[in-house]
Structure formats: C-alpha cells, structure tokens
Nanobody
Framework: QVQLVESGGGLVQAGGSLRLSCAASERTSSNYAMGWFRQTPGKEREFVAGISGSSVNTYYADSVKGRFTISRDNAKNTVYLQMNSLKPEDTAVYVC????????????????????WGQGTQVTVSS
C-alpha cells in the first residue's frame, strides 16, 4: 500500500507561483505512474498533469499547459508540480495519485485508472 502526502499549497495572488510536492511512503521508483488532480466543491475531480515512471512522458490538461510543470525525483520518492502564472480559476484542492505501471502502454489521465491517492493540499489564488 502506497501512501501519498501532499504539501506546498497555500494562498497566492494571481500571477504568482507555487510548487506542490507529493511524497510517497515507499520507494515508488520508475515503476509507478504519478498524477496530479484537482477538485473544487460541486465539481468532479479534474486531471491536471501526469508523469510516467521514467519521466519520459508527461501529460497536461489544456487549461494548465505552458503554466504548470510536473517532475519527479525517484531517489526521493517525490513528485512535484510547479505552478506558474496562477489564475483564480486554479483555486482547488490538489491531490496526488499513483499507480504501479511497468508496461510500455501509455498511462491514463482518467481518475479511475489510479490506485493510490493522497489527502490533498489547498491552493487558493486571489484576484
């Protein structure tokens, strides 16, 4: 069982930046695909970004392309989400997700594909 703990959320003005971290409880190495989702009250959880185990492949929602960057440090069992040029509509609880994935098949951006979830960290962007 992999446990995920997010950190780095907070309050920031529009145009500002934040870096989120997701620390895994065990060695996730290159065998786990990782993703970031976000959720706001009354809305479904939304895919934000994903990264393959080897970091070769990254995926982004259209709404964050060019502003957010996902990366990982397998030696530290940590995934990051660098968020720049933040907008008020980015306000949400950001949640980290993981799935054991060692095949050559591409990872998914669908919520149901992931097996492990963190509790989330709140990001609030003021206008």
């Amino acid at each position: 069982q992999v446990q995920l703990v997010e950190s780095g959320g907070g309050l920031v003005q529009a145009g500002g930046s934040l870096r989120l971290s997701c620390a895994a409880s065990e060695r996730t190495s290159s065998n786990y695909a990782m993703g970031w989702f976000r959720q706001t009250p009354g809305k479904e959880r939304e895919f934000v970004a994903g990264i393959s185990g080897s970091s070769v492949n990254t995926y982004y929602a259209d709404s964050v392309k060019g502003r957010f960057t996902i990366s990982r440090d397998n030696a530290k069992n940590t995934v990051y989400l660098q968020m720049n040029s933040l907008k008020p509509e980015d306000t949400a609880v950001y949640v980290c997700a993981a799935r054991f994935w060692t095949t050559a098949q591409p990872m998914s951006v669908m919520e149901g594909w992931y097996r492990y979830w963190g509790q989330g960290t709140q990001v609030t962007v003021s206008s």
